[in-house]
């Protein structure tokens, strides 16, 4: 099994940044990749970023292109979301999952933290 917390939500008026943070424990060994999704109220789940565990390649959803940035820190077992020129419409509870595969489809992971929320004001 693998445990995932995420931390760093919270109220941010729009324009302004947040980082969120996820940290992996257990049997991590195996794990292919991690991602951030989100939900927003009345709305399904939606992929947000996505980086291969251990590697440098990233993907992002158009909506967030250019804005939010994923990285890890391999030696805290940690990955994280820069969020930058935060949006209303990107207030949503995000939530960070980690996959034995490459498939960024919410099905496809393998497991799931809890979520934070982040709320963006206009």
């Known amino acids: 099994q693998v445990q995932l917390v995420e931390s760093g939500g919270g109220l941010v008026q729009a324009g302004g940044s947040l980082r969120l943070s996820c940290a992996a424990s257990g049997r991590t060994f195996g794990i292919y990749a991690m991602g951030w999704f989100r939900q927003a109220p009345g709305k399904e789940r939606e992929f947000v970023a996505g980086i291969r565990w251990g590697g440098a390649d990233t993907y992002y959803a158009d909506s967030v292109k250019g804005r939010f940035t994923i990285s890890t820190d391999n030696a805290k077992n940690t990955v994280y979301l820069q969020m930058n020129s935060l949006k209303p419409e990107d207030t949503a509870v995000y939530c960070c999952?980690?996959?034995?595969?490459?498939?960024?489809?919410?099905?496809?992971?393998?497991?799931w933290g809890k979520g934070t929320l982040v709320t963006v004001s206009s």
């Open positions: 999952a980690a996959s034995y595969g490459s498939n960024w489809s919410p099905k496809a992971m393998d497991y």
